[in-house]
């Protein structure tokens, strides 16, 4: 506390200085308060403002040899000395107005009048002390230096403080609790802190005490004072309440007009300080904020760069290949962010949060490098709200990035660019927000593509999945050609859903080809390890006994296909997967195509694209089905790819080929639990999170996902966590050892294949997960509530071979 004290003393001494100035300016203006009480209070008020304003010009104009130096420090520590004793002598008067009204005495006890004659002793030996260094002198480098009679400065407060607090405690049956006391505490507290200041030189102890409870007096005047008013200042509330909302909203329109104005300098940033806001509203929300402080962190946000209206229009938006002269202009943005932001004084963390917004959590950051917790909180969040707007929006120079890139990116600048506290939150919000973008099923199918010369445009991706998916569209040849209409499919895996063809962009989203495949059956392998296809001529009548005559039919099926002058322009796909293996169904006015394509491996993504040449294809629509398909169903023409045929020990190996679709027998946890395992991730593992997951667990099976399942804690040895409070209590903890180097090290050592150990220590219902590996050192803590005897843990992951299993 006193170091906190000694860091922060001038900071505290401007802040409870400003407020005491406030507090004397409101109980001026104050109408629910007698004159002498007012007087009282504001005497208090601005004893204490002028205190603490001078006690700072002490400490900062100390060592300065000038003349002005010279007379502001003398200055300063008279005032220091003298308004102490005009405090408690206001203090004095406060109480002698309550023992006329609130107690109701006849007259005021002397003991009071002797404070005041106490005062003026106090004032006078002040004066002397100034020709005489009674109380302190000064050496020749203008420093402040005690003098043998220091201790009689201490003697009239503390006998002053000593009599009131007599006064008080003689009273303290007869005033309500918020008015005596606060009073109790501020006579004893002079006392106290004399004591602790005698012995503790360089930290002004008394002078902040005293102003503090100078402010506490004011708070707890007015609350006792609202109390009693309440009800007639109800509905005068209301109206002031309706007008602070209105200026809210005011506030509001105002400052995202202005931001949405300078962003129309560049449209690749329009709108970009509101998702920032949003966002930034929404970290702190589940941070834990209330509403009050998930407002500031909003406005902050929308706010932060304001200063962009100050660079030249050719950098605005400008972030690649910038020159060092660019560059050193840009760093500027946040200076002049908070010089704009600076003039709203009502709102100071406007201003403070925009300075340090582009600060980072190692010290790496401008404008003051800065780092960790000296970084204001408000800026922390803006700065991962920024980044992640940044990398999900389309700039002039490179697409949105996909959501698995972002949040690697996310987790692998966690405690480099980013508070490891807020880029967890992000990363939970992408993971509650994003699972359809993770897993490749969200965004719907375009309408309609126009495609002159082939592969011109694409439609995006539909997931082949293991339920089975059916494409429909239409399509008719190019309006100004007279060629042949020709739609193809192309089959292909990334991580947004897009066919790509530069290099730059197959690497950004990993994007792999397996095949392109036409509608008469025509085939092109590139990444996929065998196809085979077949054509079925197809056989359709116009018109059959008490049916539509306008109506395609199918004559083997006997089911409707569609009417009769769309079916020439009439195209269908059925798909479906089953591991590794993907069988679709092409149907057209002329041909069925029935093929199967064997993929690298299970753990692949697999996205199909409309594309074509000198054709419109138009209503495109897709249909997802309850049904999936069955191990058989499709027949395997390749050998299943497996990567845990090696030793085996206690329990048998795993592949895991995506996100906990396969995991270990369960393991039960008991007092004292050790689990060693081979891991290594498999050759399309691209992720920091493609790695070994323990699970910990209980079910009537022993099964994970099985019957009675209660999930108790997510563990990735990469040092994430997916713990659910609905069972268990969990405390996490990651750390990085020195033996950690970085992320990509750490990719490339579990391709190559990592001995992994856990060990697990229960203690009724506590478990304790311990694991250090590859320097990420990680402990979680699991207290289970719901009253499960036998607990489980399992080991899944991502994209991982697990083997050589062992137990003790």
């Known amino acids: 506390m006193i170091e906190f004290l000694a860091l922060h003393q001038l900071n505290i001494m401007l802040i409870l200085g400003s407020i005491c100035g406030m507090t004397a300016f409101f109980s001026l203006v104050s109408r ?29 104009y100390r060592s300065q040899a000038d003349p002005f130096g010279f007379f502001m420090t003398r200055i300063s520590n008279f005032l220091v000395f003298s308004m102490i004793i005009a405090v408690l002598f206001s203090v004095n008067q406060y109480i002698k107005d309550i023992c006329i009204h609130d107690v109701g005495l006849n007259k005021v006890p002397k003991l009071l009048y002797v404070n005041d004659e106490l005062s003026l002793v106090g004032e006078l030996l002040i004066i002397i002390s100034q020709f005489t260094g009674l109380y302190y002198t000064f050496d020749e480098t203008n420093h402040y230096v005690r003098s043998p009679g220091f201790v009689i400065s201490y003697c009239v407060p503390i006998l002053i403080a000593a009599i009131q607090l007599m006064v008080v405690s003689r009273l303290y ?105 949003n966002i930034a509203r929404r970290i702190g929300s589940l941070s834990g904020k209330n509403e009050e402080e998930c407002e500031k962190i909003y406005y902050a946000a929308l706010l932060h760069d ?282 057209s006015a002329k041909k069925t195509v029935d093929a199967v394509i064997a993929l690298p491996n299970k753990s692949k993504s697999a996205f199909l694209a409309l594309t074509g040449e000198n054709c419109r294809i138009y209503d495109i629509e897709t249909e997802q089905t309850e049904k999936a398909v069955q191990k058989g169903e499709i027949p395997r023409i390749a050998e299943e790819i497996s990567y845990i045929e090696r030793l085996t020990s206690d329990i048998p190996n795993v592949q895991v080929d995506r996100d906990r679709t396969a995991s270990t027998e369960a393991i039960e946890i008991k007092d004292w639990t050790q689990l060693k395992f081979h891991s290594m991730t498999l050759p399309s593992a691209s992720l920091v999170w493609d790695c070994p997951y323990i699970v910990i667990f209980s079910s009537d099976d022993r099964k994970v996902k099985g019957m009675g399942y209660h999930e108790y804690a997510l563990i990735k040895l990469n040092g994430e966590n997916e713990n659910s409070n609905e069972y268990a209590e969990n405390k996490f903890t990651m750390k990085k050892t020195e033996a950690f180097t970085s992320w990509e090290d750490w990719k490339r050592l579990n391709k190559d294949g990592v001995e992994y150990e856990v060990v697990f220590l229960r203690k009724g219902n506590r478990i304790i997960l311990n694991s250090e590996n590859l320097g990420i050192f990680i402990e979680n803590t699991t207290r289970v509530q719901d009253g499960a005897k036998k607990i489980y843990a399992a080991i899944t992951g991502n994209q991982v071979a697990i083997t050589d299993i062992r137990i003790q």
């Not at 009480?37 to 008020?45: L, N, P, Q, T, Y």
């Not at 106290?192 to 930290?203: D, K, R």
Request: proline share 3%; net charge negative.
């Open 173 to 277: 049956h007869r005033l309500r609790k918020k008015i005596i006391i606060p009073l109790l505490i501020f006579t004893i507290l002079p006392i106290a802190a004399s004591i602790i200041q005698y012995f503790v030189y360089g930290i002004s102890i008394i002078n902040i005490s005293l102003a503090g409870m100078v402010v506490i007096i004011y708070i707890c005047v007015l609350i006792d004072m609202n109390e009693t008013l309440d009800r007639a200042h109800k509905l005068e509330m209301e109206i002031l309440h309706e007008e602070k909302m209105s200026m809210k909203r005011m506030f509001d329109q105002t400052a995202t007009a202005f931001v949405a104005a300078i962003e129309k300098k560049d449209p690749f940033l329009q709108g970009h300080a509101s998702r920032v806001a």
């Open 32 to 60: 629910s308060v007698s004159f002498r009480r007012k007087a009282s209070m504001i005497g208090m008020e601005l004893s204490a403002m002028v205190l603490l304003f001078a006690d700072r010009y002490a400490y900062i």
């Open 306 to 587: 304001i200063g962009m209206v100050g660079l030249p229009d050719s950098l605005i938006g400008k972030t690649d290949d910038l020159t060092e002269e660019e560059y050193e202009i840009v760093k500027k943005k946040p200076l002049m962010s908070w010089e704009i932001l600076s003039s709203i004084t009502e709102y100071p963390y406007l201003s403070q949060s925009a300075r340090y917004s582009y600060e980072r959590f190692d010290g790496k950051g401008y404008p003051e490098g800065l780092s960790g917790d000296l970084i204001p909180e408000i800026s922390r969040i803006i700065s991962v709200a920024n980044s992640y707007d940044a990398m999900v929006t389309k700039k002039r120079f490179r697409g949105p990035l996909p959501m698995q890139i972002v949040r690697e990116e996310l987790f692998n600048e966690s405690g480099g660019q980013f508070d490891p506290q807020f880029a967890g939150i992000m990363i939970q919000i992408i993971d509650s927000d994003s699972k359809e973008i993770l897993d490749g099923t969200e965004t719907a199918i375009q309408k309609e593509i126009e495609c002159r010369k082939y592969r011109d445009q694409f439609t995006i991706g539909v997931p082949i999945l293991n339920n089975i998916c059916k494409v429909r569209f239409k399509c008719k040849a190019w309006e100004q050609e007279t060629g042949p209409a020709i739609p193809s499919i192309i089959l292909f895996e990334s991580f947004d859903r897009h066919v790509h063809g530069n290099a730059k962009s197959i690497e950004a989203y990993n994007y792999s080809e397996y095949g392109e495949l036409w509608f008469d059956g025509h085939i092109i392998s590139t990444g996929a390890r065998n196809t085979e296809v077949k054509v079925t001529e197809n056989t359709f009548v116009y018109s059959r006994t008490h049916k539509e005559d306008n109506v395609v039919y199918d004559d083997k099926e006997d089911k409707a296909l569609v009417k009769k002058e769309d079916h020439e322009h009439y195209f269908e796909i059925v798909m479906g997967r089953y591991e590794d293996h993907i069988k679709l169904q092409l149907l």
